[in-house]
């Protein structure tokens, strides 16, 4: 028998509640959604209402910060666009030694405006002639030009009119024909003024000591009266070739010319520096190619470039920090697969340049690669970044520390020489250029005591340190470069309250030259404003204060910039000038009466050092 079927059976009721029918009605539902407020547990209730205030506290401070934050950026367009560039002639010509080209000619200024030695204001005489040939055939496509008025929108909508700067012409190879070399009668050199001729005579007894016992090495170490190598390139000599041209130094400039066609090897198996190789090897060659225009030094400036390339074979396009240039390989150093911030980006002028002057857009590739990678990576702070960058990753590495001295110094100076050099339209690095800039004032900026000496700090994990670099000498004339190009006045302010620092960095010490690294006081109760540990105190007859020094008088007229830079190049004289030839380091600055000498003479001594000099005595 099977059991009786059994049936169950729901009862839905969708009558009346409450004496009334449900209508989905505003009321029934914010009934019905109180009811089940109140079906939930009291901890459900507390989480929930907990979420909805915090969310609320959240938007209240984002909306806050960002109304701040616009305030400000209003505030600084505003300032900007207000600035209006400056021009002061032939000035862009010697921003780096990758020295760059006007696309435009200019106009015919009276004799008393003319810059450089003698026999170049001679030459360009002689090519102002030809002016009014090129300004007429050009006439026609400059009126177009004109009709389409050209603003550059750049960082946060700041506005800067276009410049003439470093276009390559239509076909270089046909147009820059090399230059013969005039001789200097004594007419011209009769020109050259008291301070200017002291400066000659020291590139003459420098080169003296290196042609003697260095010729075709690196080094001189003038008190042994012998040599050292690095890279075995002929270091000094190719770093002093466009000095020896600026300052008229004609049959050693042969001498040397005659070298670089004959032994320089580019094709020897060594290990180079890619930053140390590029800034004195290739920005040599390429600086002396534009002032003289003989083929031979674009050809190894070219050469040079092919072999260097293989830096670039990397995971990241970070590149290696070390290539051999007759093997064709390259490799991080042996310690760490890190390289360093300033290596990497502080070759870009050179690269760029060497593209332009060659058409082969492979080097200014591989060099814009790695400022791109730098402009979107994290770990800056307020556009300040770290010393180091892994090149496997292409991430920064050793995170927290920075810095304006060694390891970091010439990126910020690079940014914005690179803005200028590509005709200030490549907006990434003027942004990165102003932050940075925002960054030091904001988290580096002190003043020492007892005579409030504006300076430039480390911070290391937030903790701030009063170390400054000699390097970090370079910022005031790089500001001041920014303002003769566009940029805040506010710029100069700080520049010319830096530039006073770096020569009180000198003006303070016992033998008038600066060490290595500072300290600044920030005690109100100690008698100097700067401080040096043992470890700090020698000095490598190094040029950032001079070029800054140059700058600035360049842009003010301010008589005291040369009169400081004087100063200085006596005390080089009386401190570091070896009577057999050359100049050396020295080991301590405090001691006038035994300063150590290190014997050895570094390539930027000739190579930047006596150039500045004597461009500031113009």
Same mark, same amino acid.
């Given at each position: 028998?099977?059991?009786?079927?059994?049936?169950?059976?729901?009862?839905?009721?969708?009558?009346?509640?409450?004496?009334?029918?449900?209508?989905?009605?505003?009321?029934?539902?914010?009934?019905?959604?109180?009811?089940?407020?109140?079906?939930?547990?009291?901890?459900?209730?507390?989480?929930?209402?907990?979420?909805?205030?915090?969310?609320?506290?959240?938007?209240?401070?984002?909306?806050?910060?960002?109304?701040?934050?616009?305030?400000?950026?209003?505030?600084?367009?505003?300032?900007?666009?207000?600035?209006?560039?400056?021009?002061?002639?032939?000035?862009?010509?010697?921003?780096?030694?990758?020295?760059?080209?006007?696309?435009?000619?200019?106009?015919?200024?009276?004799?008393?405006?003319?810059?450089?030695?003698?026999?170049?204001?001679?030459?360009?005489?002689?090519?102002?002639?030809?002016?009014?040939?090129?300004?007429?055939?050009?006439?026609?496509?400059?009126?177009?030009?004109?009709?389409?008025?050209?603003?550059?929108?750049?960082?946060?909508?700041?506005?800067?009119?276009?410049?003439?700067?470093?276009?390559?012409?239509?076909?270089?190879?046909?147009?820059?024909?090399?230059?013969?070399?005039?001789?200097?009668?004594?007419?011209?050199?009769?020109?050259?003024?008291?301070?200017?001729?002291? =400066?000659?005579?020291?590139?003459?007894?420098?080169?003296?000591?290196?042609?003697?016992?260095?010729?075709?090495?690196?080094?001189?170490?003038?008190?042994?009266?012998?040599?050292?190598?690095?890279?075995?390139?002929?270091?000094?000599?190719?770093?002093?070739?466009?000095?020896?041209?600026?300052?008229?130094?004609?049959?050693?400039?042969?001498?040397?010319?005659?070298?670089?066609?004959?032994?320089?090897?580019?094709?020897?198996?060594?290990?180079?520096?890619?930053?140390?190789?590029?800034?004195?090897?290739?920005?040599?060659?390429?600086?002396?190619?534009?002032?003289?225009?003989?083929?031979?030094?674009?050809?190894?400036?070219?050469?040079?470039?092919?072999?260097?390339?293989?830096?670039?074979?990397?995971?990241?396009?970070?590149?290696?920090?070390? =290539?051999?240039?007759?093997?064709?390989?390259?490799?991080?150093?042996?310690?760490?697969?890190?390289?360093?911030?300033?290596?990497?980006?502080?070759?870009?002028?050179?690269?760029?340049?060497?593209?332009?002057?060659?058409?082969?857009?492979?080097?200014?590739?591989?060099?814009?690669?790695?400022?791109?990678?730098?402009?979107?990576?994290?770990?800056?702070?307020?556009?300040?970044?770290?010393?180091?960058?892994?090149?496997?990753?292409?991430?920064?590495?050793?995170?927290?520390?920075?810095?304006?001295?060694?390891?970091?110094?010439?990126?910020?100076?690079?940014?914005?020489?690179?803005?200028?050099?590509?005709?200030?339209?490549?907006?990434?690095?003027?942004?990165?250029?102003?932050?940075?800039?925002?960054?030091?004032?904001?988290?580096?900026?002190?003043?020492?005591?007892?005579?409030?000496?504006?300076?430039?700090?480390?911070?290391?994990?937030?903790?701030?340190?009063?170390?400054?670099?000699?390097?970090?000498?370079?910022?005031?004339?790089?500001?001041?470069?920014?303002?003769?190009?566009?940029?805040?006045?506010?710029?100069?302010?700080?520049?010319?309250?830096?530039?006073?620092?770096?020569?009180?960095?000198?003006?303070?010490?016992?033998?008038?030259?600066?060490?290595?690294?500072?300290?600044?006081?920030?005690?109100?109760?100690?008698?100097?404003?700067?401080?040096?540990?043992?470890?700090?105190?020698?000095?490598?007859?190094?040029?950032?204060?001079?070029?800054?020094?140059?700058?600035?008088?360049?842009?003010?007229?301010?008589?005291?910039?040369?009169?400081?830079?004087?100063?200085?190049?006596?005390?080089?004289?009386?401190?570091?000038? =070896?009577?057999?030839?050359?100049?050396?380091?020295?080991?301590?600055?405090?001691?006038?009466?035994?300063?150590?000498?290190?014997?050895?003479?570094?390539?930027?001594?000739?190579?930047?050092?006596?150039?500045?000099?004597?461009?500031?005595?113009?």
């Amino acid at each position: 028998m099977y059991s009786p079927q059994r049936r169950d059976f729901i009862s839905v009721t969708l009558g009346s509640q409450a004496g009334r029918n449900y209508d989905n009605s505003k009321t029934w539902r914010r009934q019905s959604f109180w009811r089940k407020w109140k079906q939930l547990s009291r901890l459900q209730r507390s989480l929930i209402a907990f979420m909805f205030i915090f969310m609320m506290f959240c938007g209240i401070a984002t909306y806050l910060n960002l109304s701040e934050h616009w305030q400000v950026v209003e505030g600084r367009d505003q300032e900007l666009k207000q600035v209006k560039p400056v021009v002061v002639p032939a000035l862009d010509v010697l921003l780096s030694k990758a020295t760059f080209i006007s696309q435009q000619p200019k106009l015919k200024r009276p004799n008393l405006n003319k810059r450089g030695p003698p026999f170049l204001q001679n030459r360009l005489s002689k090519n102002e002639k030809e002016e009014p040939k090129i300004r007429k055939n050009n006439e026609a496509e400059a009126d177009d030009k004109d009709k389409e008025k050209i603003n550059i929108v750049s960082w946060r909508g700041m506005e800067i009119a276009p410049e003439l700067v470093t276009a390559a012409p239509p076909d270089s190879k046909k147009e820059e024909k090399p230059v013969l070399h005039e001789k200097v009668n004594t007419k011209e050199t009769a020109t050259v003024n008291k301070q200017q001729m002291a =400066v000659i005579e020291a590139f003459q007894h420098a080169w003296k000591g290196y042609k003697q016992y260095a010729w075709g090495h690196d080094e001189l170490k003038p008190i042994s009266k012998t040599y050292s190598e690095w890279f075995g390139l002929g270091l000094t000599l190719i770093d002093a070739l466009d000095t020896m041209w600026i300052l008229g130094q004609k049959q050693e400039f042969e001498e040397a010319k005659k070298w670089v066609i004959d032994e320089l090897n580019l094709g020897k198996s060594v290990d180079v520096n890619l930053f140390e190789t590029t800034i004195r090897i290739l920005g040599g060659l390429l600086s002396v190619y534009n002032l003289t225009g003989d083929q031979v030094f674009l050809d190894k400036a070219s050469e040079l470039g092919d072999r260097l390339m293989p830096a670039f074979n990397t995971p990241s396009k970070i590149p290696y920090s070390d =290539v051999n240039i007759g093997l064709g390989t390259a490799h991080p150093p042996r310690w760490t697969s890190d390289s360093t911030v300033a290596e990497v980006t502080s070759i870009q002028l050179e690269f760029r340049e060497l593209s332009r002057l060659t058409k082969k857009d492979k080097y200014q590739a591989a060099v814009d690669d790695v400022m791109k990678q730098i402009h979107r990576l994290e770990g800056k702070k307020d556009g300040l970044v770290p010393m180091f960058i892994n090149t496997n990753s292409g991430k920064f590495s050793h995170l927290g520390v920075y810095t304006l001295g060694a390891r970091a110094d010439s990126y910020y100076e690079y940014l914005l020489k690179q803005w200028i050099q590509g005709g200030r339209k490549e907006a990434d690095l003027l942004e990165d250029y102003l932050q940075a800039i925002e960054g030091v004032t904001k988290n580096l900026i002190r003043k020492s005591e007892p005579n409030k000496l504006t300076f430039v700090g480390e911070l290391s994990h937030n903790q701030f340190s009063p170390k400054m670099d000699h390097l970090v000498c370079f910022l005031p004339g790089t500001l001041a470069l920014g303002v003769h190009h566009g940029l805040s006045a506010n710029h100069m302010k700080l520049a010319k309250e830096l530039i006073e620092t770096c020569y009180q960095m000198y003006a303070q010490i016992e033998t008038g030259l600066s060490p290595e690294i500072v300290y600044f006081n920030l005690n109100p109760h100690n008698a100097k404003d700067v401080e040096v540990k043992p470890a700090d105190r020698h000095n490598l007859l190094r040029p950032e204060t001079v070029e800054s020094l140059f700058y600035m008088y360049r842009f003010t007229r301010d008589k005291k910039y040369q009169e400081w830079g004087w100063e200085i190049f006596q005390n080089f004289n009386k401190y570091t000038r =070896v009577d057999t030839g050359g100049y050396t380091s020295i080991n301590n600055v405090q001691s006038s009466e035994n300063p150590e000498p290190r014997d050895k003479m570094e390539s930027f001594f000739l190579g930047e050092t006596l150039k500045y000099f004597f461009l500031l005595f113009f």
